[in-house]
């Protein structure tokens, strides 16, 4: 099974709470990923590089894209859409931690972030993406500290590994991983990632597809009850 690539399609972009509260009502059965991470951490290249190029809208200033996109994707296999199962959804939200925002636009992030994590099913995955050169940024720390005792399958993506030149960083992350499953509870997994090369997107593109499939056959059960 596998994300076939080209299959994501822009659904709408989110930026009002009326728009949040209206689409969680009418699909109350969602299931899919969230991606979310610090301001350029390499989020838009990790989603094109898993769901296909120019999958994901990028800003020519880190920061500034305000508005939480939604796309739909289909599973499959050899490049074939699985026709048995459902379209998943794909949230792209807009990067924390950047300093070069206004505090209204600062304090409408907040508030639209609060709601959405606050509607959203566990059956949708947030992917958190850190840079692995710069792992638990104070940012991060406030991200998770928001997400503290959160019920969300959470998965955290270290980017930008191809960017090491030493095995000694590399070692240095595997350190700080388990620092990071320790502290943050919520977090059930933590991989390393290279949007630009490669590495470690299978693993990762695997995780996304077992929690999708798996999410699927509860809500089918669910509805089938």
């Known amino acids: 099974m596998e994300i076939i690539r080209g299959s994501a399609h822009f659904q709408l972009g989110l930026d009002q709470i009326e728009q949040l509260d209206h689409l969680f009502q009418m699909n109350t059965e969602m299931v899919g990923i969230a991606f979310v991470g610090r301001s350029n951490v390499g989020k838009s290249s990790l989603i094109n590089a898993l ?14 894209t305000r508005e939480i996109n939604v796309f739909s994707f ?16 794909l949230f792209d939200l807009p990067g924390y931690g950047h300093a070069e925002v206004s505090k209204m636009m600062l304090r409408n992030w907040q508030l639209l972030m609060r709601k959405f994590f606050e509607f959203l099913p566990t059956s949708v995955s947030l992917l958190n993406i850190q840079d692995a050169r710069h792992p638990d940024q104070t940012a991060d720390q406030q991200f998770h500290k928001f997400l503290k005792d959160s019920p969300l399958f959470t998965i955290v993506s270290f980017n930008k590994v191809d960017k090491f030149k ?12 388990k620092e990071l499953l320790a502290k943050y509870k919520w977090v059930k997994k933590i991989n390393f990632v290279s949007a630009e090369n490669g590495e470690g997107l299978a693993q990762l593109e695997q995780d996304i597809i077992e ?14 009850d």
């Open 51 to 64: 769901f296909g190029n120019k999958t994901a809208r990028t800003s020519k200033t880190p920061g500034r």
């Open 74 to 89: 289909n599973l499959g296999e050899k490049g074939k859409v699985d026709e048995t199962l459902p379209p998943f959804l």
């Open 166 to 177: 030493k095995q000694k960083e590399k070692a240095i992350l595997q350190k700080k991983k």
């Open 211 to 224: 929690f999708c499939l798996e999410q699927y056959e509860i809500v089918k059960g669910l509805k089938n």
